[in-house]
């Protein structure tokens, strides 16, 4: 279902219909360019998450809420919904408490709530999933969602009306080093301010830290912004509790497996590496593919994603002229794209591809195509992989 024009109200009704029937399972949202995801069991909204800054929003969100939680990212049994699986372990250890958790919950998805009141059209697609693992009561009811859903938009009305709706708050501030800047400010308050404003904390990490609303936080600094003394810049996601403990585990490991991403956009290389790094893949990222025949040919890879437009390069193009080469004949080509299509399926097959996936694709999804035609293929690579999964089936 695609949703249009998606507002506070828009989202409440969605929401309440799943919390009136009762609803289990997941809520996958979309805007071609990022993905949320909401579970909720048996009506009551368990957690929100996704977007672009799934971990440093769970690290927010612990740090206003509990900050004597400690956990163990080991005992995580699967990716899909760690940061739930990282409160039921919290409260089963009685390092926080029920309230904590249901704080947790509800900071988290006010940010999430936000984002989405943001966005002009959102593809929306329901998954019934009854296998969650819950804790009794932990969770948001229909009562404190619409709560939450209230106070988005009562930020969100005040955020249109100070005329900043062309800010995300995910965006950090930096500091330009300005004459002009300099001249305005004494010493101490510009020293200050550099050091507060490194590029570094978003605009929620500052209205956080200085315990202040993220519209007045956002409203002082945009005078500044619109003069081009301060600039602003999307950071990239921290790696999560898991990945971090993947790292760790992936350094022991011996070889990596190449795998290659031909597209122009290099946040897309970036976020393959950030995905794949960790289950120990190697990810070579082409941007320009008018030179990816000559890299790839020094870095034969083992798998390839690639995008449909890109300038210069037709995707369709570059993979039909692949597949008349020997080399790459049985090498895995994964059309991955957010031009998805009856007829762009059709014609990514007919040029040798072996699968298509649509952009955005969340982690799992990534993984499972990747390990899908790398398995077989690879069981030497991975035959002294340690992975997280074994050691947790060891304790």
């Known amino acids: 279902m695609q949703v249009t024009n998606i507002g506070c109200s828009k989202i409440w009704n969605a929401l309440a219909v799943l919390g009136q029937k009762k609803a289990t399972g997941e809520l996958i949202i979309d805007n071609s360019k990022q993905q949320w995801q909401i579970y909720f069991y048996r009506g009551k909204m368990l957690y929100a998450t996704g977007g672009l800054h799934q971990t440093r929003r769970w690290y927010r969100a612990v740090n206003q809420c509990c900050q004597n ?5 080991s005992l995580i049994s699967h990716e899909e919904l760690w940061e739930y699986q990282l409160l039921k372990q919290g409260i089963i250890e009685e390092q926080i408490t ?16 936000f984002s989405l009141a943001n966005q002009p059209v959102l593809n929306l697609d329901w998954h019934y999933n009854k296998k969650l693992e819950i804790v009794a009561n932990l969770g948001l009811s229909l009562l404190e969602l619409k709560q939450v859903v209230e ?3 009562e930020l969100w009305s005040r955020w249109k009306k100070m005329g900043i709706s062309n800010i995300l708050p995910e965006q950090a501030p930096i500091v330009k080093q300005s004459i002009k800047l300099e001249t305005r400010l004494c010493a101490a308050t510009f020293e200050t301010l550099s050091n507060q404003l490194d590029g570094q904390n978003t605009l ?13 936080t956002t409203r002082t600094l945009y005078h500044f912004i619109k003069k081009g003394l301060i600039e602003i810049k999307v950071l990239p996601d921290l790696p999560s509790p898991l990945e971090q403990l993947r790292l760790i585990y992936s350094a022991i490991h ?26 120990g893949y190697k990810i070579d990222k082409i941007t320009d593919p008018m030179e990816a025949i000559g890299l790839m040919a020094k870095k034969p890879p083992e798998l390839i994603f690639m995008d ?20 790459y004949k ?9 031009q998805d299509s009856w007829i762009n399926r059709v014609r990514a097959q007919m040029a040798g591809a072996t699968d298509f996936l649509r952009k955005p694709a969340n982690g799992k999804r990534i993984l499972n195509i990747v390990e899908k035609y790398l398995k077989l293929k690879n069981h030497d690579y991975n035959k002294n992989y340690i992975t997280l999964e074994s050691l947790v089936l060891a304790r």
């Open 204 to 216: 929620w990490d500052i209205a956080v830290k200085k315990k202040q609303c993220l519209a007045l």
């Open 98 to 113: 029920l309230e904590e958790g249901k704080s947790i919950i509800r900071t988290s998805s006010y940010e999430i709530l």
């Open 308 to 327: 449909l437009d890109m300038p210069n390069v037709d995707g369709l193009a570059l993979c039909n002229f692949l597949r008349t080469s020997s080399a």
């Open 330 to 338: 049985k090498i895995p080509i994964i059309i991955y794209t957010a």
């Open 254 to 279: 011996r070889s990596k497996i190449p795998i290659t991403c031909i597209d122009s956009i290099p946040a897309t290389g970036n976020y393959l590496e950030q995905v794949l790094m960790p289950k």
């Open 151 to 153: 106070a988005v938009e």
């Open 69 to 73: 939680l400690k956990f163990n990212a």
